[in-house]
C-alpha cells in the first residue's frame, strides 16, 4: 500500500490502460493490460493503484512471462477497501502498476526439471496459471481450495489430469472438503517441490500436514496474500 498518483499526471512507464475484464465468477474477474515492460519470473506479484486514488495492493501476476497482455486475477473482497474500486472499473481506465516484488518466481532450471505441487486457496491460484503459461511442459499437479465450483478459475486452462478441486461448501468438485483433507489423503514422492498459495490459515495448515508428511522445509515456498 504506497504511492500517491495525481489524476492529471502524464502517461508514464508504469501506467496501463485496462484493455479487457473477464468477470469469472459473481465476485472474481481478471484485468488484462498491455504487456508488461518490465522482465518478470512467472510467480511473482506487482503492486497496482488507481490513476488519481490514493491506494495500491499486491497481486499475482496472472498472465504467462511471455503472454501478450500482463494480467490479474482479482476477487472482490466484501468491505475490503481496494477491491470494490477496482471492480467498478471500466476499460480504459489506466491503472499505475510497480513491479516485479517477491522471491515466488519459478527458475527455468528447476521448472525443467522439477516436479511440483501447487496448493492454492482461491484466488491463491493465480502465479501457477502464470508459471504453467510459461512452462507448458512443467511436471505440476495442482490441488485447488475453494468454496464453490465456481471458483475453479479458469479450469478448463489446466491439465485435468493434474487439476484437483477441492470444495469445502458444496460436493461439485474432486474432494468434498478442505484442501487440507484432501492434502492428508496424498501420497507424494520424497523429491517433489511443493509451492503454497493463498490465506495464511491454510498455508500453516498445508505447511503442518507436509512436515508430519516427512517433507524438508527447504522444500516447500509460500506466498501468504492475507
Ligand atoms: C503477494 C500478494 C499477492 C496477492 N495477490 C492477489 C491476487 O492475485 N488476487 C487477489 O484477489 N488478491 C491478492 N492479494 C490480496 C490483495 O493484495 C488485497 O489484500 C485484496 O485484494 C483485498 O484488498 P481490499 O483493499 O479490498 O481489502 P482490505 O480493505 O485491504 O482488507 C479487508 C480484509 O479482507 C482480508 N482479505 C484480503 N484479501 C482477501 C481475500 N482474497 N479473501 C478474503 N479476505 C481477504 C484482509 O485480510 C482484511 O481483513 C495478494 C496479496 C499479496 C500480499
Known amino acids: 500500500m504506497m504511492s500517491l498518483m495525481k489524476p492529471d499526471m502524464q502517461m508514464d512507464e508504469s501506467f496501463y490502460k485496462i484493455e479487457d475484464i473477464r468477470q469469472l465468477t459473481g465476485n472474481a474477474f481478471s484485468i488484462k493490460l498491455p504487456k508488461a515492460r518490465f522482465a518478470f519470473k512467472a510467480g511473482q ?16 501476476i496472472y498472465s504467462g ?24 472499473l471500466k ?46 511442459t512443467i511436471d505440476y499437479t495442482i490441488i485447488h ?20 478441486l477441492c470444495t469445502s461448501r458444496e460436493n461439485k468438485g474432486d474432494y468434498y472438503g478442505r484442501l487440507t483433507g484432501y492434502l492428508k ?18 498455508i500453516f495448515d498445508a505447511l503442518e500436514i507436509l512436515k508430519d508428511k516427512g517433507f524438508d522445509r527447504d522444500q516447500i515456498h509460500c506466498e501468504v496474500y492475507f
Open 145 to 164: 481450495g475453494v468454496r464453490y465450483s465456481e471458483e475453479a478459475y479458469d479450469r478448463d486452462q489446466y491439465d485435468s489430469k493434474r487439476y484437483k
Open 45 to 60: 506479484h506487482i503492486s497496482l493503484g488507481i490513476v488519481g486514488g490514493n491506494q495500491s495492493r499486491e497481486y499475482s
Open 185 to 202: 489423503s496424498c501420497t507424494f514422492a520424497p523429491e517433489t517441490h511443493f509451492d503454497l498459495c493463498g490465506n495464511s490459515d491454510m
Open 91 to 136: 476499460v480504459g481506465r489506466v491503472l499505475e502498476i510497480h513491479g516485479p516484488f517477491g522471491k515466488f518466481g519459478m527458475e527455468p532450471e528447476l521448472a525443467a526439471h522439477g516436479k511440483f505441487v501447487f496448493i492454492a486457496s482461491g484466488t491463491g491460484i493465480a502465479p501457477f496459471r502464470s508459471i504453467i503459461r510459461t512452462y507448458p
Open 65 to 88: 512471462e511471455n503472454d501478450p497482455n500482463l494480467e490479474v486475477l482479482i476477487k472482490e473482497v466484501q468491505n475490503g477497501y481496494f477491491t470494490p474500486q477496482l471492480r467498478r
